[in-house]
């Protein structure tokens, strides 16, 4: 299955990372994370997250493709994959059929979970059976980019770099921030052994997959979380009735 070898792309952008640390001057490194910060909240957690997992919230045709689209090429996988494995986080919470849970697999490995390069190696990654999903049946873009999504993917890059290194580099930047948050969501949403919200570090996580993780676990399709939720507050201005 060519899934299989996401890790090649995780691992092309994890070295073009480190490349830029050294070749890149560092305002520019410092510009990739502060705009890849508020990218990476709107595509994970509005768009991945609570868009086309939960379905929390309803958007135009317009909305609906360019999240797709920013979904597709965000280097995090398949987005039907990236909701299957997230639907079976939900419903095998902290169980061993659950693959992010630091309680059964450890706090790294969990951390990792999302990082094809790294979690092949603490663990055999699993693919949700019947991943494929409703998503995949009714969506020819969604086959082509899942059936090929090496190659898809792998070209984009290409091609983003053909048009501007920097460019390239602020995207490498950008998947690297949305791998760190999917593995902070996991971790220490689940570090005590079930979904539990950290009061202090909620204003911290809010560029995350979920702060005010019990909070979600309890209410999956709410589109906004308590208080502090910037995803919700760009989610109540995109989407319709």
């Not at 050294?22 to 957690?45: D, L, S, T, W």
């Not at 208080?227 to 919700?232: K, L, V």
Request: proline share 5%.
């Amino acid at each position: 299955m060519i899934i299989r070898h996401i890790w090649t792309i995780h691992l092309i952008i994890i070295l073009s990372v480190i490349y830029s640390l050294v070749h890149v001057p560092i305002a520019y490194c410092i510009a990739f994370v502060v705009v890849g910060i508020p990218m990476g909240c709107i595509i994970g957690n509005v768009g991945l997250h609570r868009y086309f997992t939960h379905r929390s919230f309803r958007c135009n045709p317009w909305t609906h493709w360019i999240l797709l689209i920013l979904c597709t090429f965000s280097a995090q996988g398949p987005v039907s994959l990236w909701v299957a494995s997230h639907k079976s986080h939900h419903k095998f919470s902290d169980t061993e059929r659950d693959q992010h849970s630091p309680r059964i697999h450890g706090f790294w490995p969990a951390f990792f979970s999302h990082w094809g390069c790294i979690g092949q190696l603490t663990y055999t990654m699993e693919f949700p059976s019947g991943w494929k999903g409703l998503m995949y049946k009714t969506s020819r873009f969604v086959q082509y980019t899942t059936d090929y999504y090496v190659p898809v993917t792998l070209g984009f890059m290409l091609c983003v770099y053909a048009i501007s290194p920097v460019l390239y580099f602020a995207y490498a930047w950008l998947v690297v921030i949305m791998l760190i948050g999917e593995g902070i969501t996991n971790s220490v949403g689940h570090i005590s052994g079930t979904s539990i919200d950290h009061q202090r570090l909620n204003w911290c996580l809010w560029w995350t997959e979920t702060p005010y993780h019990h909070y979600h676990h309890v209410r999956p399709y709410a589109h906004r979380m308590t208080e502090f939720d910037p995803a919700g507050w760009f989610i109540e201005r995109i989407r319709t009735p």
